[in-house]
Nanobody, 121 residues
């Protein structure tokens, strides 16, 4: 499974960005998917996950109500809509895949490369 994250960039605080994660190599619709991020000097942290069907979603408290995870199984792509961005959202964002939504929040089987999101004041 290959994962390719994109959509990062520079945005002002309060603004929005939409990240994408394109998946190839195996049946995308059979995997639960997740987003993680790693801020400078900090450990990588879980922020959102979605089940294979899209019917279940989990969010970290730090992004709940501001970020929305979604997926399009027909296009083998996952998304992260990020609204009301804060300075502390600055990080490298990684997409990940796993066989179960509960497991993917802690130990994904596959990782994509990161995309940098920088939030400025």
């Amino acid at each position: 499974v290959q994962l390719q994250a994109s959509g990062g960039g520079l945005v002002r605080a309060g603004g929005s960005l939409r990240l994408s994660c394109a998946v190839s190599g195996r049946t995308f619709s059979s995997y639960a998917m997740a987003w993680f991020r790693q801020a400078p000097g900090k450990e990588r942290e879980f922020i959102a996950a979605i089940s294979w069907s899209g019917g279940r979603k989990y969010y970290a408290d730090s992004v709940k109500g501001r970020f929305t995870i979604s997926r399009d199984n027909a296009k083998n792509t996952m998304f992260l809509q990020m609204n009301s961005l804060k300075l502390e959202d600055t990080a490298i964002y990684y997409c990940a895949a796993g066989v179960d939504i509960r497991v993917v929040t802690t130990t994904p089987a596959y990782w994509g490369q990161g995309t940098l999101v920088t939030v400025s004041s």
